[in-house]
Nanobody, 124 residues
Framework: QVQLVESGGGSVQAGGSLRLSCAAS????????MAWFRQASGKEREFVAA????????NYAGSVKGRFTISRDNTENTVYLQMSSLKPEDTAVYYC?????????????????WGQGTQVTVSS
């Protein structure tokens, strides 16, 4: 049974930083492309960042490029999202996702497994 468990969310003031973690189990982690999505209240789930199997390719949403960094540790079966210079508009539930496809898709329906989400709240 595949499980993705996010942690590291919380409340922070604008300009602050947070690091999210997603621990994966029940899959061959090094064979999965990993991503972060987010969903603000009343809005659709949106792509944030993704990293390919071998960490050789990353993709970021324009709204977070230069502020967020995705990384992964295939020995720990964990993917991270380092978030800096946070803005109130970054407030959302952040979800970890896994895909057996090598390509990175920004549409949520192309991802195979999801975590339960972790809340990030940025106050002004």
């Amino acid at each position: 049974q595949v499980q993705l468990v996010e942690s590291g969310g919380g409340s922070v003031q604008a300009g602050g930083s947070l690091r999210l973690s997603c621990a994966a189990s029940g899959l061959t982690f090094s064979h999965y492309t990993m991503a972060w999505f987010r969903q603000a209240s009343g809005k659709e789930r949106e792509f944030v960042a993704a990293m390919s199997w071998s960490s050789g390719y990353t993709n970021y949403a324009g709204s977070v490029k230069g502020r967020f960094t995705i990384s992964r540790d295939n020995t720990e079966n964990t993917v991270y999202l380092q978030m800096s210079s946070l803005k109130p508009e970054d407030t959302a539930v952040y979800y970890c996702a896994a895909s057996a496809r090598q390509a990175i898709f920004t549409s949520p329906d192309r991802w195979d497994y999801w975590g339960q989400g972790t809340q990030v709240t940025v106050s002004s």
